[in-house]
């Protein structure tokens, strides 16, 4: 599903500027929204579940994005604007370059909306994350 969406915005993709990023998030920025998450989200070809780790390494918010379908991308351009977590991004698809911005919105009924725009918008999934229980 997400192969063949993905697929048709490659011609778009290069046609389009990478996402503007803010001022990088530092670890208070970030402190709600560090820890393993499991995005839960839909787009216009169905359902699919992304891991999505955000952490903190010698004083700089830095993460890691991947699914069944991608495989796991670093993530060094991270911001907040307002209350969101903006994670900055670009993965290999089919030779081409597309860039990825995930988005983590504290909602006011405590859950956290996630959406990612692929390739500047041709394609986004919205959804939920939920946070990963730490293994005792």
């Known amino acids: 599903m997400i192969r063949t969406a993905l697929a048709s915005t490659v011609l778009i993709a290069t046609l389009l500027a990478p996402a503007t990023v803010g001022a990088q998030a530092t670890a208070a920025d970030a402190?709600?929204?560090?820890?393993?998450?499991?995005?839960?989200?839909?787009?216009?070809?169905?359902?699919?579940?992304?891991?999505?780790?955000?952490?903190?390494?010698?004083?700089?918010?830095?993460?890691?994005?991947?699914?069944?379908?991608?495989?796991?991308?670093?993530?060094?351009?991270?911001?907040?604007?307002?209350?969101?977590?903006?994670l900055n991004y670009s993965f290999p698809w089919e030779g081409n370059a597309i860039d990825a911005v995930v988005s983590l919105m504290p909602g006011t009924d405590g859950k956290i909306a996630a959406q990612i725009d692929f390739a500047g918008g041709a394609y986004t999934m919205t959804g939920t994350a939920t946070k990963k229980e730490k293994e005792k």
């Open 31 to 86: 402190a709600p929204f560090l820890g393993d998450w499991t995005l839960a989200l839909q787009g216009p070809n169905g359902p699919a579940t992304f891991n999505l780790s955000v952490n903190v390494e010698n004083d700089k918010v830095v993460g890691e994005s991947g699914s069944d379908a991608m495989p796991v991308q670093k993530i060094t351009s991270i911001s907040k604007t307002d209350k969101t977590l903006v």
